[in-house]
């Protein structure tokens, strides 16, 4: 009998170092650093041969990414990718957030890794891989193994970008799975598939879990569908997965390097010849124990220092507060925070109207002096702005999208509806408003919750028209916002929000804290 183990790491989105970056010198329970202490280990201890696969989302997504990316004075990936240089993939597969920078970014990345870029279904006008190769054959101890690269349907929202090339053209994961399994089995004794996707029913029961319009996450379906797989590695919704689904062995390894996945196949020789697998499990490891990677420590170490004393440039002051303590209670009562983010974006698009979120749960506003720090830990996506021209009825239908954020329980308490945070933290996906009064009444059906638009004082019409900013992630429809459409983007600022809001900072050297309170959540039966 042969052992094949299987390790990957994904959604490590740039951070290298144990820390959300919200307060400096953390040691937090995940980093780079720390899971590639854990990837070397098992490599050692292994019984057999063993294959290491990153699932993607590596470019983007830290503060340290992002200097990388937008404040050094060239704009050159390699500082990233010699850190991730120092550990040994066999295989790199695409996520939908290393296109955030554009192709051309992308493109010099790769050119400067040492990983395998795996890559099956996206792909440029003559149907070739865009990067990379569709799948790579490798041989370990006699043992022919096939890794097939695929990447979720969210690479799409980036499509419409102008630093992202054209000549992209996507393919469902489950279709070139369809047509590649097959082949593959004939030649190799493994098929992994790698996906940069998650799954988008329940493990266990099979009940949909989210919606399948878009297809972002397809991997229930894949397993459901083709048969052949061996091993199944996913990412992209920051799950921690390790178990078995239509008897293939799955893994998802969480975000920021928490944990290292590892699925451990049994082979034993065919009598055709080859090897077939007779057992199969998958395992997460948490990395929060693991000490650092020397190795990763030492490519890494000025690139800290850089992007550490960048983050501690004050901008300006503040007259008053602009923190809040509860992320939970600011998506219900407008913050200042809120609020000045809101006076950004107006100002700067000339807009009537502007939505923005809280986009996690770690920020917490903006301390006195504001930093590059705080703007880096609560505005936390590397994205422009768009000024849509909407109408009434499409603000009341975003408005109400907003509102199916929330439910009550059964106490009647107004709480986070559980699709906003299971499978997937999604906590972007909830706007707030400025430049119009609104209340969103739990009490009411889905679909009928705001009870209260007015623009000006005045109710809002359906044939109304609007200028409204919001980032271009939802002025494109990301996040299911149906009512917004790239064909009604009027005018565009691709600089990334940060560096907007570094802008501003400079140019007002005080900042009045104010919140006018223009919206409301309540549970108001309507008979109460």
Do not use: C
Not at 79 to 92: F, G, K, M, S, T
Not at 227 to 252: E, M, N, S, Y
Not at 293 to 311: G, M, R
Not at 439 to 447: D, E, L, S, T
Request: charged share 20%; proline share 5%.
């Amino acid at each position: 009998m042969l052992t094949l183990t299987i390790l990957s790491t994904s959604d490590t989105h740039g951070f290298i170092f144990p820390t959300n970056y919200v307060k400096p010198r953390a040691h937090m329970p995940f980093g780079l650093i720390r899971a590639a202490t854990v990837l070397a280990a098992e490599q050692q201890s292994a019984p057999g041969p063993v294959i290491t696969i990153d699932d993607g989302d590596f470019l983007a997504g830290s503060p340290l990414a992002y200097y990388v990316a937008q404040v050094q004075p060239h704009a050159d990936p390699q500082p990233l990718v010699r850190i991730y240089n120092q550990i040994h993939y066999d295989a790199e597969i695409l996520g939908n957030h290393e296109f955030d920078y554009g192709t051309d970014y992308l493109e010099r990345a790769l050119n400067a890794s040492d990983r395998p870029v795996v890559n099956a279904n996206i792909l440029d006008a003559t149907g070739r891989p865009l990067f990379g190769q569709q799948y790579r054959l490798i041989e370990r101890d006699g043992v022919k193994i096939a890794i097939i690269g695929l990447t979720t349907r969210a690479v799409l929202q980036w499509k419409n970008h102008d630093n992202v090339s054209n000549d992209v053209h996507f393919h469902t994961a489950v279709s070139i799975a369809k047509e590649l399994v097959p082949k593959l089995k004939k030649i190799a004794d493994v098929v992994i598939v790698s996906y940069h996707g998650g799954f988008e029913r329940n493990l266990k029961t099979g009940k949909l879990i989210e919606s399948l319009s878009n297809g972002e996450n397809e991997a229930y379906q894949l397993l459901s569908e083709v048969k052949g797989i061996d091993a199944l590695i996913t990412g992209h919704q920051h799950r921690k997965i390790a178990t078995t689904v239509f008897d293939v062995p799955v893994t998802q390894p969480g975000y920021r390097g928490e944990a290292v996945g590892k699925i451990v196949l049994h082979l034993e020789p065919s009598k055709e010849g080859g090897y077939v697998v007779t057992d199969k499990s998958a395992h997460l490891i948490e990395t929060k124990d693991a000490k650092f990677d020397q190795q990763i420590a030492i490519h890494s170490h000025q690139l800290d220092k850089k992007v550490d004393h960048w983050l501690a440039e004050p901008l300006a002051r503040i007259d008053g507060d602009l923190t809040f303590k509860s992320a939970e209670k600011a998506r219900m009562e407008e913050t200042a925070y809120t609020e000045f983010i809101q006076h950004v974006q107006m100002a700067t698009m000339d807009a009537d109207i502007s939505a923005t979120s809280l986009f996690n749960n770690e920020g917490h506003g903006f301390e006195n002096p504001i930093t590059m720090r705080n703007i880096m830990t609560n505005y936390v996506y590397p994205d422009g702005l768009a000024l849509e021209l909407i109408t009434g009825k499409e603000l009341k239908a975003a408005l109400e999208k907003a509102a199916t954020y929330f439910t009550l329980n059964l106490n009647g308490q107004i709480i986070v509806n559980p699709a906003f945070y299971s499978p997937k933290l999604r906590h972007y996906n909830y706007d707030m408003y400025e430049g119009i009064n609104y209340r969103i009444n739990v009490a009411k059906p889905v679909g009928h919750r705001i009870d209260k638009l007015l623009f000006k004082g005045q109710p809002v019409t359906e044939a109304q028209t609007f200028k409204l900013v919001v980032n271009r992630y939802r002025a494109g429809g990301g996040g299911h916002y149906d009512m917004f459409h790239a064909d009604k983007i009027i005018a565009e600022n691709k600089t990334p929000m940060s560096q907007l809001i570094a802008d501003y900072l400079r140019a007002h050297s005080v900042i009045k804290a104010s919140v006018n309170h223009n919206f409301e959540v309540v549970n108001e039966p309507d008979n109460a």
